[in-house]
């Protein structure tokens, strides 16, 4: 069974940054696509930031060139690297794996962004 587990929420003050990290365990968490996902008050769950297990990446429109993903293959971990936060961040992040076919999400970490 896979297992994913986030650290490093938080708050933090417009402009400031953080940093998210997603442990995965299980026999396909070597496999596949980690992702973070956010959804924040009223809104649907959206992708934040995608990598393949080869290291490509894929990014919203609203983080491209504020937030970086980034993955250990060795660790299989994933970090998500969030820089210049507004108070429109604020949401709980969902750690994901794509793998096979099948969807696996992490318990979430709470990210608010005070103004």
């Known amino acids: 069974q896979v297992q994913l587990v986030e650290s490093g929420g938080g708050l933090v003050q417009a402009g400031g940054s953080l940093r998210l990290s997603c442990a995965a365990s299980?026999?396909?968490?070597?496999?596949?696509?980690l992702g973070w996902y956010r959804q924040g008050p009223g809104n649907q769950r959206e992708l934040v930031a995608a990598?393949?297990?080869?290291?490509?990446?894929d990014y919203s429109d609203s983080t491209k060139g504020r937030f970086t993903i980034s993955r250990d293959n060795a660790k299989n971990t994933v970090y998500l690297q969030m820089n210049n936060l507004k108070p429109e961040d604020t949401a709980v992040y969902y750690c994901n794996l794509n793998s096979v076919g099948r969807q696996f999400w992490g318990q979430g970490a709470q990210v608010t962004v005070s103004s």
């Open positions: 990598i393949s297990s080869g290291g490509s990446t």
């Open positions: 299980g026999s396909l968490s070597r496999f596949g696509v």
